[in-house]
């Protein structure tokens, strides 16, 4: 992540949470694979103190971006606030992660932002980086079965930014 990514997610962190008062602190980081939204959320999480969701934990599977971006709604953000966990390995969901529904909290993952989710955050931040480096990152990070998957989730990626158009929900867009 570029230093000046950093200080302006930093920067628009501070505005936010002078604004927010006793508000839950609802940050939303969406972007296609390989992105930087680990390494975006998982800092953000730290400065905040906040709870931390990785969408891949919700993901039912391969085809299974949509299901999580609705479930970042009913689920995370809705009552009681939590998730169920997906076992990659068996490909059956698995126990159920309660969240403190009045700590802050960082979703992370490609579906975060969506119209729906975009008016429950109190900041939504969308990143962007050419096609190269995404692979470059998604593939290094997850290896081979990532790259056996690629397209069919790069078109669940399309398909969800065409319907969402989660870029221009976004308060920040960053390109990493």
């Avoid at 299901?67 to 076992?87: F, I, K, Q």
């Avoid at 969240?99 to 969506?114: H, T």
Wanted: with cysteine; aromatic share 6%; net charge negative.
């Amino acid at each position: 992540m570029p230093e000046q990514a950093g200080h302006d997610v930093v920067r628009c962190l501070d505005e936010v949470a002078a604004r927010e008062g006793a508000d839950r602190l609802v940050v939303l980081v969406d972007g296609r694979s390989g992105t930087g939204k680990t390494t975006l959320g998982n800092a953000v999480a730290d400065r905040l103190g906040a709870q931390l969701v990785h969408l891949d934990d919700l993901y039912p599977g391969w085809d299974g971006l949509r299901a999580a971006a609705e479930a970042v709604v009913t689920d995370v953000l809705g009552g009681p606030s939590g998730y169920r966990r997906w076992d990659w390995t068996t490909s059956a969901p698995t126990d159920w992660v309660p969240l403190d529904p009045d700590a802050p909290i960082v979703i992370e993952g490609c579906g975060a932002l969506s119209r729906a989710s975009a008016a429950l955050a109190s900041l939504r931040v969308w990143l962007e980086a050419d096609d190269d480096t995404r692979w470059q990152r998604a593939i290094g990070r997850d290896g081979e079965v990532f790259a056996r998957e690629w397209e069919r989730w790069a078109a669940q990626e399309a398909a969800f930014i065409a319907a969402e158009h989660p870029a221009g929900l976004a308060d920040l867009v960053l390109r990493t």
